[in-house]
């Protein structure tokens, strides 16, 4: 194998820039500044979203819509699929008119 071709790997303090909230990982990112976490120093890197300030983690809905992405996919869909079904049942009608007659196998 080849050496020092791979960064080095350490522990890294992450910071939620929208909530505050702290925790330490082990990453390769490099970044340039430190904080002192618990005691000891470690690099520190920035975050805009963690588990923290997700809304999927939190529970909260702030940035969904109004309606769910789902929700707007069956409204839209709903009347295409009521026309398709309606066309289907005319359809049927005429094509067992076409049809001959089965006979009956004794």
């Keep these: 194998m080849k050496d020092d071709i791979h960064p080095p790997y350490q522990d890294i303090l992450f910071v939620d820039n929208s909530?505050?909230?702290?925790?330490?990982?082990?990453s390769t990112?490099?970044?340039?500044?430190?904080?002192?976490?618990e005691g000891k120093e470690?690099?520190?890197?920035?975050?805009?979203?963690?588990?923290?300030s997700?809304?999927?983690f939190t529970g909260s809905k702030q940035f969904v819509d109004a309606e769910g992405r789902v929700d707007k996919f069956l409204k839209?869909?709903?009347?295409?699929?009521?026309?398709q079904?309606?066309?289907k049942e005319e359809e049927q009608p005429d094509a067992k008119k076409?049809?001959?007659a089965k006979k009956k196998k004794k």
Excluded: I, N, W
Aim: proline share 9%; aromatic share 16%.
């Design 85 to 87: 079904q309606q066309k």
């Design 19 to 26: 909530t505050g909230y702290k925790f330490v990982c082990g």
């Design 42 to 52: 470690y690099p520190v890197y920035h975050v805009t979203v963690s588990s923290s």
């Design 54 to 56: 997700h809304p999927f």
């Design 98 to 100: 076409d049809q001959p």
């Design 76 to 83: 839209r869909y709903a009347q295409k699929g009521q026309q």
């Design 29 to 37: 990112l490099k970044p340039k500044t430190t904080e002192t976490y």
